[in-house]
């Protein structure tokens, strides 16, 4: 796998990046993506292709803010035609590998009990590409999620949570533009 930063990419590469965010997640769990590009600017961001070496195609995105000893994975698809092909196993494993110094968090709806549901089977697809579960369950916007992490240790804060979206951007506007796009109150739930 190779990353390539979005502010590198042609055209058509910023339009697949964008493409595939818009397709692979709901309305209700993602930004608007001239938010992801603004915030892509900040050295603590990181707004990429995911490319195979093999074919120099790109095959995903993914969206980390890094701050203080953690990466957060806020998105990360793999292209509809190159999914259940393996890649998006190798994407986690090589963004752990390339994280040594941080945990990787990411968050997830939570599951029902149901092993059918979708959701269970995304968690268990996390777990064993080396994501560890965290006991950490917030409700955000009406949306039960779990945090997951790289770090079988970890414990996740409210601090840890709340420096998610606050770390994005510097820039006040863009900070007031996130703040007021989800529930900025974090709601623990058992």
């Given at each position: 796998m190779r990353y390539k930063s979005y502010s590198t990419c042609d055209s058509q590469g910023r339009s697949q990046i964008k493409e595939i965010y818009e397709i692979s997640f709901p309305k209700s769990e993602k930004f608007p993506f001239w938010v992801l590009k603004q915030c892509a600017k900040e050295n603590n961001v990181r707004l990429d292709a995911i490319i195979d070496h093999n074919t120099d195609k790109i095959i995903g995105m993914s969206f980390l803010i890094f701050y203080d000893?953690?990466?957060?994975?806020?998105?990360?698809?793999?292209?509809?035609?190159?999914r259940n092909k393996g890649f998006g196993s190798l994407v986690l494993r090589d963004l752990i590998l390339r994280q040594v110094d941080v945990s990787i968090?990411?968050?997830?709806?939570?599951p029902s009990a149901k092993k059918e549901d979708i959701k269970a089977r995304r968690k268990y697809f996390y777990l064993r590409n080396g994501f560890y579960e965290?006991?950490?369950?917030?409700?955000?916007s009406d949306v039960e999620y779990e945090f997951l992490s790289s770090s079988k240790e970890r414990i996740i804060t409210e601090n840890d949570l709340k420096k998610r979206y606050s770390c994005m951007t510097r820039n006040p506007l863009m900070k007031f533009i996130i703040k007021n796009s989800f529930d900025n109150?974090?709601?623990f739930i058992d």
């Open positions: 000893d953690i990466a957060y994975l806020m998105y990360v698809a793999i292209y509809k035609k190159y968090l990411l968050c997830i709806e939570r965290t006991g950490c369950f917030i409700e955000d109150n974090i709601n």
